[in-house]
T-cell receptor, first 113, second 114 residues
Framework: QKEVEQNSGPLSVPEGAIASLNCTYS??????FFWYRQYSGKSPELIMS????GDKEDGRFTAQLNKASQYVSLLIRDSQPSDSATYLC?????????????FGKGTHLIIQP | NAGVMQNPRHLVRRRGQEARLRCSPM?????VYWYRQLPEEGLKFMVY????????ESGMPKERFSAEFPKEGPSILRIQQVVRGDSAAYFC????????????FGDGTRLSIL
């Protein structure tokens, strides 16, 4: 049974600070890793994808992957109130998106103005 | 709108009725996935389809649920004889299926069972 674990939160971060979201996964065969943002009552929106060890930066977002530790993280710099949402970590076994994703239950992030 | 299109956005059914949820993938995407999100729960994979083929249905309940993606038209998730526990948000996602391309989600169908 593949598992993806996230701290459910809420994680409260002051506006302008760095928000750090963490995720661990159980299946060592996992190849692809994704972060989705989901606002209440809305659909998941892709934020970042990462496939190899190390860091990947896109604007205010940085994804970090450590396959040896089975650990994925998302850093949000200069946090804004609009970043307040639930962040979902997802993994799959294939080298891309062609496989069902296994999701964590999400971390609820609150950015305090 | 070039995104993943799902309809209806909201669907209300009485116990014992059938629910049909439709999904048209993004333009250029040939792979479709269905997920279910129960209240206060995470997203759970249900089924992965390509045109006229079910690739992986390991997440589908054994009874009452079926899915198809015909050669022409949208993908359909069908739930027969619905029960209260089927109330959930059902999301469809699509991907090109080639290379490292992540899945993009539609707005979902909120299914309520009376």
């Amino acid at each position: 049974q593949k598992e993806v674990e996230q701290n459910s939160g809420p994680l409260s971060v002051p506006e302008g600070a760095i928000a750090s979201l963490n995720c661990t996964y159980s299946d060592r065969g996992s190849q692809s890793f994704f972060w989705y943002r989901q606002y209440s009552g809305k659909s998941p929106e892709l934020i970042m994808s990462i496939y190899s060890n190390g860091d990947k930066e896109d604007g205010r977002f940085t994804a970090q992957l450590n396959k040896a530790s089975q650990y994925v993280s998302l850093l949000i710099r200069d946090s804004q109130p609009s970043d307040s949402a639930t962040y979902l970590c997802a993994v799959n076994d294939s080298g891309g998106g062609a496989d069902g994703l296994t999701f964590g239950k999400g971390t609820h992030l609150i950015i305090q103005p | 709108n070039a995104g993943v299109m799902q309809n209806p956005r909201h669907l209300v059914r009485r116990r014992g009725q059938e629910a049909r949820l439709r999904c048209s993938p993004m333009k250029g995407h040939s792979h479709v996935y269905w997920y279910r999100q129960l209240p206060e729960e995470g997203l759970k994979f249900m089924v992965y389809l390509q045109k006229e083929n079910i690739i992986d249905e390991s997440g589908m309940p054994k009874e009452r649920f079926s899915a198809e993606f015909p050669k022409e038209g949208p993908s359909i998730l069908r739930i027969q004889q619905v029960v209260r526990g089927d109330s959930a948000a059902y999301f469809c996602a699509s991907s090109p299926g080639t290379g490292s391309q992540p899945q993009h989600f539609g707005d979902g169908t909120r299914l309520s069972i009376l």
